[in-house]
């Protein structure tokens, strides 16, 4: 292949020193002993031993005091009525410092990533594009959940991240329906300090593979959309975010016959009047549907299966489809032998994207050997790209471990994928 694809030399690896604090409940037989031997310690102790946990874990969060409150509360439960009315303040949040742990989010992987537009623009020098990108974090237990970060394109599309931010928190939770809830965070908080974590019983495994775009609706009002998968254990489900600001989060699951399984990827506008969506409903092949509503999706319809040998065991979208002057360009991930996952790409028809224009015969980016080890081998893997300026800037995960980046000319790019097979 012709295409040149430029390589950044920055990687972002799982930082174990990332932590959230956590509700720790092991059952309530455990926990009621735990609290008996809590209660029996001396009313001096008890002070001297909340005065050193404030002094050590504190400074780590903006609001320990509130969260200790939070998980007395979750298991005062287990106390007499009367006991409960009778603790200070104090002696809550010591027995609300026992029900905590810290959670290292992303101890293991920091991958699957995705990127848009920010919603804020301003003060940026000339041929600069300021950009969220969202991550699949894991950590302990292999529980995923999602985590940002801002970062500034430069005209060459070479990218430099804002610093992160250090007071780390999760949401406050508010359900709104049996297949719905909302999550809200403090607005003073940077959007690298928002870990969204699993809240339903759906998704206690895992919120995994975030794909986002910026939606918009037909009176031009945008939104910052990402389907993602739901993972409890043994079962995914298929779910969509929706923000306006990164800041405050509406978390729906999509229902009907055709959301299922994974990959699932939203166009950026309705087409004809309907909303869009990649699926790969089946495992292997890429699919497309359309629907009057975008949390219910009924049917489906084939659109690609895998033709070429580095995607003969399933080819799936890496991302929400592009609009391009030339149709929509879909980024593409192939698995072939030895389950080598590389990325490709297709161009599909602006007016009506079940036809496709052309394809990618070979792959414009597969793991070199410095990317084939990790904690999935010879994965190269993305959720959404962008384009800025005359590139296509592709953010990708590195054997189910690590991200990196990289550009390609976007015009190469189109003109590679319509030619003649």
């Given at each position: 292949m012709k295409?040149?694809?430029?390589?950044?030399?920055?990687?972002?690896?799982?930082?174990?020193?990332?932590?959230?604090?956590?509700?720790?409940?092991?059952?309530?037989?455990?926990?009621?002993?735990?609290?008996?031997r809590i209660m029996n310690l001396a009313d001096t102790h008890k002070?001297?031993?909340?005065?050193?946990?404030?002094?050590?874990?504190?400074?780590?969060?903006?609001?320990?005091?509130?969260?200790?409150?939070?998980?007395?509360?979750?298991?005062?439960?287990?106390?007499?009525?009367?006991?409960?009315?009778d603790l200070?303040?104090?002696?809550?949040?010591?027995?609300?410092?026992?029900?905590?742990?810290?959670?290292?989010?992303?101890?293991?992987?920091?991958?699957?990533?995705?990127?848009?537009?920010?919603?804020?623009?301003?003060?940026?020098?000339?041929g600069e594009k300021r950009v969220v990108i969202s991550f699949r974090a894991t950590g302990e237990s292999?529980?995923?959940?999602?985590?940002?970060?801002?970062?500034?394109?430069?005209?060459?599309?070479?990218?430099?991240?804002?610093?992160?931010g250090q007071l780390l928190c999760e949401g406050v939770v508010k359900h709104l329906s049996e297949t719905s809830y909302s999550l809200s965070f403090p607005t003073d908080s940077t959007l690298s300090e928002r870990v969204i974590?699993?809240?339903?019983?759906?998704?206690?495994?895992?919120?995994?593979?975030?794909?986002?775009?910026?939606?918009?609706?037909?009176?031009?009002?945008?939104?910052?959309?990402?389907t993602y998968t739901a993972y409890n254990g043994s079962m995914i489900m298929p779910c969509l975010?929706?923000?306006?600001?990164?800041?405050?989060?509406?978390?729906?699951?999509?229902?009907?016959?055709?959301?299922?399984?994974?990959?699932?990827?939203?166009?950026?506008?309705?087409?004809?009047?309907?909303?869009?969506?990649?699926?790969?409903?089946d495992g292997v092949n890429n699919f497309i549907m359309f629907s009057n509503d975008r949390y219910q999706w009924p049917t489906a319809e084939l659109l690609q299966e895998p033709k070429y040998d580095w995607e003969l065991v399933q080819i799936g979208n890496g991302g929400a489809p592009i609009e391009t002057e030339k149709g929509w360009l879909v980024i593409t991930h192939g698995v072939g032998p030895m389950r080598k996952y590389c990325l490709g790409a297709s161009l599909f028809d602006i007016n009506d994207p079940r036809i496709e224009l052309g394809r990618l015969?070979?792959?414009?980016?597969?793991?070199?050997?410095?990317?084939?080890?990790?904690?999935?081998p010879n994965v190269v893997y993305s959720c959404g790209s962008i384009v800025h300026?005359?590139?296509?800037?592709?953010?990708?995960?590195?054997?189910?471990?690590?991200?990196?980046?990289a550009t390609v000319n976007l015009t190469s790019l189109l003109h590679e994928i319509l030619q003649p097979g």
């Open positions: 295409l040149q694809i430029n390589r950044t030399n920055l990687r972002l690896n799982p930082d174990s020193r990332k932590v959230i604090p956590r509700y720790l409940n092991a059952g309530n037989e455990r926990s009621l002993a735990k609290l008996k002070a001297d031993l909340l005065n050193q946990v404030m002094q050590e874990f504190s400074g780590r969060y903006r609001n320990i005091e509130d969260i200790f409150m939070k998980h007395f509360e979750s298991i005062s439960y287990l106390l007499p009525d009367n006991t409960v009315q200070s303040t104090e002696k809550k949040l010591l027995i609300g410092s026992y029900f905590t742990m810290e959670y290292a989010y992303e101890a293991a992987a920091v991958f699957n990533p995705s990127v848009v537009e920010a919603p804020e623009q301003s003060g940026l020098a000339a292999h529980i995923s959940s999602l985590i940002f970060k801002q970062a500034i394109l430069d005209e060459q599309a070479n990218i430099r991240f804002d610093p992160d974590f699993p809240v339903t019983l759906n998704e206690k495994n895992g919120i995994e593979d975030a794909r986002f775009v910026q939606f918009t609706d037909t009176d031009g009002d945008r939104t910052y959309m990402a975010i929706e923000t306006k600001d990164f800041c405050h989060f509406r978390m729906s699951q999509m229902t009907g016959a055709a959301a299922v399984n994974k990959n699932l990827a939203l166009f950026p506008r309705k087409i004809n009047g309907q909303y869009a969506m990649l699926a790969r409903i015969k070979a792959p414009f980016l597969l793991p070199n050997e410095d990317e084939r080890h990790g904690y999935v300026g005359d590139k296509l800037f592709v953010p990708y995960a590195v054997s189910d471990h690590a991200t990196s980046f």
